[in-house]
């Protein structure tokens, strides 16, 4: 079967922590893979999320399936997060990861919808790989302006003005994954008005919740959605704000034009899921719900979430004062604007070629560095580096 088959290239993302994790050099610093690492370059589980974890041990008393939509308890936590309350027009699924979320929407978009989905030029790579697996047609609005290193707003609300009715839309909630760059409250209003007024679908990726500038200011866009009074799709992941990446925790809320539509796009969720992964993974939505339910955890977690976005916000700063002290040349302000793990770094090809060839740093092949790689033991050594390319 495989001997006139060509292999698939490596994952751009997760294939260069594997060629990281071969590299023998002893001072190699992974600045690729978007994973959040506190000052020693751990990525710790959280002591809300162990605190959960030994309550779920004591009392669990079965491993039988999951509902296929998951615990109820779950969905209603899920959409308190994303919403602020309960919303009587829409429905949640428990999904593996947002990976999961997207995947599920992406199938009842090519199933229900026109088929097309529109995402920003750049986006998160697997977005296009999951849509195309779906079968959609992917087009792209323009979004980021790399002169200025913000939002091509002319271009991205021109664009998003032609986007023909029932085509949907992907729009990162906030932390755009790979820029940093986030519409602010009038830009989702105005997003929100041309939704309504053209008729198109969106799908919000909500996969940093908390890590923007906090859990309830980081909702603005999906609350202007929900306003406007739109279908839209939520697809959260808990990947990073509770640090479950391994245990695959996500959730896909459906937000219709009344109680009876949310139901119909459950059941078609359900039927999706049974078919994609049949019933979601346990563990990592018990710790969710426990810690959300519980005035305690939620209080850890929620200082918990805090500290690392002040890391990141620091690691932030620091950067941008390492690089301009060496003199690069460039104005790195753009850094502290940026929100989220990442900054889109403006290291071209070549640059980023030679930080790992020569100084085992690994950075995407874009220029997006995962800031919250750097600690106090690289940052000097990352910064030496980065301004020894730029100068090149
Ligand atoms: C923008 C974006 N969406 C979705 C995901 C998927 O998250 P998960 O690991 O929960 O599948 C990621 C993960 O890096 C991401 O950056």
């Known amino acids: 079967m495989w001997k006139e088959?060509?292999?698939?290239?490596?994952?751009?993302?997760?294939?260069?922590?594997?060629?990281?994790?071969?590299?023998?050099?002893?001072?190699?610093?992974?600045?690729?893979?978007?994973?959040?690492?506190?000052?020693?370059?751990?990525?710790p589980i959280l002591d809300s999320v162990k605190a959960a974890e030994k309550r779920i041990i004591e009392i669990q008393n079965t491993k039988s399936y999951m509902p296929i939509a998951g615990e109820a308890a779950y969905g209603e936590e899920v959409q308190k997060m994303i919403f602020g309350s309960l919303c009587d027009r829409a429905e949640t699924i428990h999904t593996p990861g947002g990976t999961g979320a997207l995947r599920v929407a992406a199938d009842l978009l090519a199933k229900f919808g026109s088929k097309t989905i529109w995402v920003s030029n750049p986006t998160w790579a697997n977005h296009n790989n999951i849509f195309q697996a779906a079968g959609l047609t992917i087009k792209?609005?323009?979004?980021?302006?790399?002169?200025?290193?913000?939002?091509?707003?002319?271009?991205?609300?021109?664009?998003?003005?032609?986007?023909?009715?029932?085509?949907?839309?992907?729009?990162?909630?906030?932390?755009?994954?790979?820029?940093?760059?986030?519409?602010?409250?009038?830009?989702?209003?105005?997003?929100?008005?041309?939704?309504?007024?053209?008729?198109?679908?969106?799908?919000?990726?909500?996969?940093?919740?908390?890590?923007?500038?906090?859990?309830?200011?980081?909702?603005?866009?999906?609350?202007?959605?929900?306003?406007?009074?739109?279908?839209?799709f939520v697809a959260s992941s808990f990947s990073k704000n509770f640090g479950l990446y391994r245990e695959r925790t996500g959730a896909l809320t459906a937000v219709a034009a009344t109680p009876a539509d949310a139901e119909t796009a459950m059941s078609h969720m359900k039927a999706t899921a049974r078919v994609l992964y049949s019933n979601p993974p346990a563990h990592g939505g018990m710790i969710v719900t426990t810690i959300l339910k519980d005035a305690e955890l939620s209080k850890l977690w929620k200082s918990e979430l805090d500290g690392m976005r002040e890391h990141i916000a620091q690691a932030r700063a620091a950067l941008a004062e390492g690089l301009t002290a060496r003199g690069v040349p460039m104005d790195c302000s753009f850094m502290t604007r940026q929100k989220g793990m990442f900054s889109f770094s403006g290291l071209t090809k070549d640059q980023v070629n030679f930080l790992k060839e020569e100084k085992a740093i690994y950075i995407v092949g874009s220029g997006?560095?995962?800031?919250?790689?750097?600690?106090?033991?690289?940052?000097?050594?990352?910064?030496?580096?980065?301004?020894?390319?730029?100068?090149k």
């Not at 993302?13 to 071969?22: C, D, S």
């Open 140 to 232: 792209t609005y323009p979004y980021y302006d790399a002169k200025t290193k913000d939002l091509d707003a002319d271009g991205f609300f021109a664009a998003l003005e032609k986007i023909p009715a029932d085509d949907c839309v992907l729009l990162h909630a906030c932390c755009h994954n790979p820029s940093g760059v986030d519409l602010s409250t009038d830009q989702w209003k105005q997003v929100a008005q041309i939704a309504q007024k053209n008729g198109w679908f969106a799908l919000v990726d909500f996969a940093y919740q908390g890590f923007g500038i906090s859990l309830d200011a980081d909702r603005i866009g999906v609350d202007e959605l929900l306003k406007s009074g739109i279908d839209f």
């Open 5 to 43: 088959i060509e292999a698939a290239p490596a994952d751009a993302i997760l294939g260069l922590t594997e060629a990281f994790k071969k590299d023998t050099r002893f001072a190699k610093v992974n600045l690729g893979v978007g994973v959040y690492k506190d000052d020693e370059g751990n990525t």
């Open 368 to 391: 997006r560095i995962n800031v919250a790689g750097l600690t106090h033991g690289n940052l000097g050594f990352v910064c030496d580096a980065i301004a020894e390319a730029m100068k």
